[in-house]
């Protein structure tokens, strides 16, 4: 099983920044997908951002394209999400996740199987 573990989480004013990572302890790093998923409280988990294997493809939501940028690092298994703009919105639980099928580009929560424990954002209005 893959282990995931986010930081970079916190609390911040509307228009401030974040870089919120996720670092992983398996192999599969170049070989999966990983996204990047939030939940606010009382709502479900929606997907904000993915990036695939190669680094090549990457994928936003609407609501956060444009002010936020999802990159990896291989050489530190690292997977990144700059969150710049903020707004009151954004305030949810951030997880990181990869994907369960190799080579494969997805933005389903469905097929994401190894999870972070998730990194609070809080954004202030």
């Known amino acids: 099983q893959v282990q995931l573990v986010e930081s970079g989480g916190g609390l911040v004013q509307a228009g401030g920044s974040l870089r919120l990572s996720c670092t992983t302890s398996?192999?599969?790093?170049?070989?999966?997908?990983m996204g990047w998923f939030r939940q606010a409280p009382g709502t479900e988990r929606e997907f904000v951002a993915m990036?695939?294997?190669?680094?090549?493809?990457?994928w936003y939501a609407d609501s956060v394209k444009g002010r936020f940028t999802i990159s990896k690092d291989s050489a530190k298994n690292t997977v990144y999400l700059q969150l710049s703009s903020l707004k009151p919105e954004d305030t949810a639980v951030y997880y990181c996740?990869?994907?369960?099928?190799?080579?494969?580009?997805?933005?389903?929560?469905?097929?994401?199987?190894?999870w972070g424990q998730g990194t609070q954002v809080t954004v202030s209005s």
């Open positions: 990036i695939s294997w190669s680094g090549g493809t990457t």
């Open positions: 996740a990869t994907d369960s099928l190799a080579l494969r580009i997805s933005r389903r929560i469905g097929d994401y199987r190894d």
């Open positions: 398996g192999r599969i790093f170049n070989t999966n997908s």
